[in-house]
């Protein structure tokens, strides 16, 4: 399980490279979801790959559907269409007590990422589907 999270982790921090904001955490939050929908996102796919990890066993380790929001200082998964959103890591950005108010602000930013994928689900759909990015 190590080498695989340290291949995903180079893998995506490659992804990632040109869409990280810290000071925008919403930017580029589509382009920096990883999305498992009964197919295998590419880039989880190919970091499997990398260790000689077969697709099928992939499948029988991670769920059938799956979105993870990986953005700066929050990382959210979904299991399910219809399942929570539960946060499985958030930081707080660095600063000093000058930069209070600009914390807030993106803390409120961050929510509103995953709220705005969200945005006019009033009921819960089975079709509703996200952005898989291919690299």
């Not at 007590?97 to 705005?116: L, W």
Request: hydrophobic share 30%; with cysteine; aromatic share 8%.
């Amino acid at each position: 399980m190590h080498i695989f999270r340290r291949a995903c982790r180079r893998k995506l921090r490659k992804h990632y490279k040109h869409h990280w904001f810290p000071e925008k955490p919403c930017k580029g939050s589509g382009y920096r979801c990883i999305r498992i929908n009964h197919k295998m996102d590419p880039l989880i796919g190919q970091a499997a790959q990398r260790i000689g990890l077969s697709s099928q066993e992939l499948f029988r380790l991670l769920p059938s559907e799956l979105t993870l929001w990986v953005d700066p200082y929050e990382v959210s998964y979904r299991i399910g269409e219809d399942g929570s959103i539960c946060v499985l890591y958030e930081a707080s950005p660095a600063g000093g007590s000058t930069q209070n108010s600009t914390n807030v602000q993106m803390v409120d930013s961050r929510i509103s990422c995953k709220e705005e994928l969200l945005l006019g689900r009033t009921s819960p759909s089975k079709n509703y589907n996200m952005m898989t990015v291919s690299g």
